[in-house]
C-alpha cells in the first residue's frame, strides 16, 4: 500500500518580473515590433495635421517647417525614426519566416540580431542627416 504526501500549496502569487526574466533576442524583436507600431498609429494624427498644415498654402508649409524645425522636436524625433525603421525591418523578418525562409532557430537569432543593428544604424544615418 503506498501512501501520497500531499504538497501544501503557495500561499502567495508568483510575481514575475519582465525585466529579470532573460528573454531571448527573437522575442525581444517581436515585442519591439508591436510597440513600434503601435508608436506609429498613435503618430498618424499628429502626422496628419502636419500634412493638412502643410498644405493649407505657403503660410502653412512655412509653419509646419518651422514646427519641425525646433530643437527639442527634432531630439524626439529619433524614436519615431527609429520606430519606423525597426518595425520595417522587423516586418520584413516576419514575412521571410511565413515563407519558410529562416525559420532555423540559428538563422531566426540571426536575423533578430541582424534587425536590430540595421535599425540603429540606419536611425543613426537619417538622423544624422537631418542635422
Known amino acids: 500500500m503506498r501512501v501520497q504526501i500531499m504538497h501544501k500549496p503557495r500561499s502567495r502569487p508568483v510575481f514575475l518580473n519582465p525585466l529579470r526574466i532573460h528573454m531571448p533576442v527573437t522575442a525581444l524583436v517581436s515585442i519591439a515590433h508591436r510597440l513600434a507600431g503601435l508608436l506609429l498609429a498613435l503618430l498618424i494624427p499628429v502626422l496628419l495635421y502636419l500634412l493638412q ?28 525614426i527609429w520606430a519606423l525603421l525597426h518595425h520595417l525591418l522587423a516586418g520584413l523578418r516576419f514575412l521571410l519566416i511565413d515563407l519558410g525562409i529562416g525559420v532555423e532557430q540559428s538563422a531566426a537569432r540571426a536575423t533578430a540580431k541582424l534587425v536590430n543593428i540595421v535599425a540603429l544604424l540606419l536611425t543613426v544615418l537619417v538622423f544624422g542627416v537631418m542635422l
Request: glycine share 8%; aromatic share 10%; no cysteine.
Open 53 to 80: 498644415l502643410s498644405l493649407q498654402g505657403p503660410s502653412g508649409f512655412e509653419q509646419a517647417i518651422a514646427w519641425l524645425r525646433n530643437d527639442w522636436l527634432r531630439l524626439l524625433l529619433i524614436v519615431p
